[in-house]
């Protein structure tokens, strides 16, 4: 699952309303929406974004937050470390094979790590 993924699943707990409604909404199947919370989907785009921000009414700071989340959500990335030292590269490496293997805790604190810069 994605941060978007959640996200959108605990708008729809929080609501009341389950993938069938919101795919009939937004005039996409279930098996979208269900693809898209589950992270077996990339990103969705700005409008799509959008349209789920104005079906469950979020403005200012919550579709901000929407936004970001779904910036930072695509469940396939490519990282470049061409011109980056030969640690940037194995990092990249070691992470690609070894986050399936990570327990949640330790996923939060190298996530942490990062974010301290």
């Not at 919370?37 to 979020?58: A, T």
Request: aromatic share 4%.
């Amino acid at each position: 699952m994605t941060p978007f993924g959640r996200k959108i699943r605990e708008l729809r707990e929080k609501r009341g309303v389950n993938l069938q409604d919101l795919s009939l909404a937004l005039g996409v199947s279930t098996s979208y929406l269900s693809a898209l919370e589950h992270g077996r989907r990339g990103r969705p785009s700005r409008v799509r974004v959008h349209e789920i921000c104005q079906f469950f009414n979020l403005v200012w700071d919550e579709a901000d937050e929407l936004q970001r989340l779904a910036r930072i959500s695509h469940p396939r990335i490519t990282v470049d470390t061409s011109g980056l030292s030969p640690e940037a590269t194995e990092l990249a490496n070691e992470l690609a094979q070894q986050i399936r293997k990570l327990p949640t805790e330790k996923v939060k604190a190298l996530l942490a790590a990062l974010k301290e810069g």
